[in-house]
C-alpha cells in the first residue's frame, strides 16, 4: 500500500488559492489518488478522485504529473469555511477499504 | 437521497463494558466500512462488510466485532472496553466494485460515534 506524505498544516487567506501537494512515490500502476475533506466533529467528505493528468470538478482540482509520485490538491479562493484537515489517499479503485488515511494537512484560512 | 447516518451521537462507558454502535448506510450503497478516529488522527480502518460478511479487516484485535443486515445497515460492537478505546467512530458506505461498477464509488462517511470510556 502507498504511504503519502502531505505537510502537517498550511495557512491561507480569504480569497487566495491554497496548493497542497502529496508524495506518494510508491503509488502502484492500478492505484487512484482521492481526497477528502473532514471538519472538525464530522465524518470526511469526498472532494476528488484522478489517476493521471488533471482533473477538475465544481470545488477543486488535482494535478498529477506524468510520474504519479506526487499530486497537487487546488482549492481556488479559498473562504474561511474551507478551514478544514485534508486527507490525501492513495489505493487501488476495486478496493476502497485499502486506502490509508495519514494524518492530513490542516488547513487554516484567515480572514 | 438519505446519507450515512450513525447513533448514538455521543456515548460514555466504563472499561470493560461492551458498547454497539449503529449506522444506516447511504441509500443504494451495499458496503460498510468502519473507522476509528483518535484525537489529532486520521481515520484508521478497523473492517468493512459486504452482502453481510466481514471482507477486509484492519489491525484491531477481535473484541472489535461487526454486522451488516439484509437492508446494509450495520453494527459495531467493541467488547470489554479500554480507555484508549475513546475516539470517534466513523462509518462509510460505498457502492462495491463487485456491482460491476468499475471501482468501488467514494467512502461516504456519517459523522461518527463519539465514544468515551472511563
Known amino acids: 500500500l502507498a504511504k503519502t506524505t502531505q505537510p502537517i498544516s498550511m495557512d491561507s487567506y480569504e480569497g487566495q488559492e491554497v496548493n497542497i501537494t502529496c508524495s506518494h512515490n510508491?503509488?502502484?500502476?492500478?492505484?487512484?489518488i482521492t481526497w477528502y475533506q473532514q471538519f472538525p466533529s464530522q465524518g470526511p467528505r469526498f472532494i476528488i478522485q484522478g489517476y493521471k493528468t488533471k482533473v477538475t470538478n465544481e470545488v477543486a482540482s488535482l494535478f498529477i504529473p506524468a510520474d504519479r509520485k506526487s499530486s497537487t490538491l487546488s482549492l481556488p479562493r479559498v473562504s474561511l469555511s474551507d478551514t478544514a484537515v485534508y486527507y490525501c489517499l492513495v489505493g487501488p479503485m476495486d478496493s476502497s477499504y485499502k486506502l490509508i488515511f495519514g494524518s492530513g494537512t490542516r488547513l487554516l484560512v484567515r480572514p | 437521497e438519505t446519507g450515512v447516518t450513525q447513533s448514538p451521537t455521543h456515548l460514555i462507558k466504563t472499561r470493560g463494558q461492551q458498547v454497539t454502535l449503529r449506522c444506516s448506510s447511504q441509500?443504494?450503497?451495499?458496503?460498510v466500512s468502519w473507522y476509528q478516529q483518535a484525537l489529532g488522527q486520521g481515520p484508521q480502518f478497523i473492517f468493512q462488510y459486504y452482502r453481510e460478511e466481514e471482507n477486509g479487516r484492519g489491525n484491531f484485535p477481535p473484541r472489535f466485532s461487526g454486522l451488516q443486515f439484509p437492508n446494509y445497515s450495520s453494527e459495531l460492537n467493541v467488547n470489554a472496553l479500554e480507555l484508549d478505546d475513546s475516539a470517534l467512530y466513523l462509518c462509510a458506505s460505498s457502492l462495491g466494485a463487485w456491482q460491476g461498477i468499475s471501482g468501488d464509488s467514494p467512502l461516504h462517511f456519517g459523522n461518527g460515534t463519539r465514544l468515551t470510556v472511563t
Open positions: 441509500s443504494g450503497h451495499n458496503t
Open positions: 510508491n503509488i502502484a500502476t492500478n492505484d487512484y
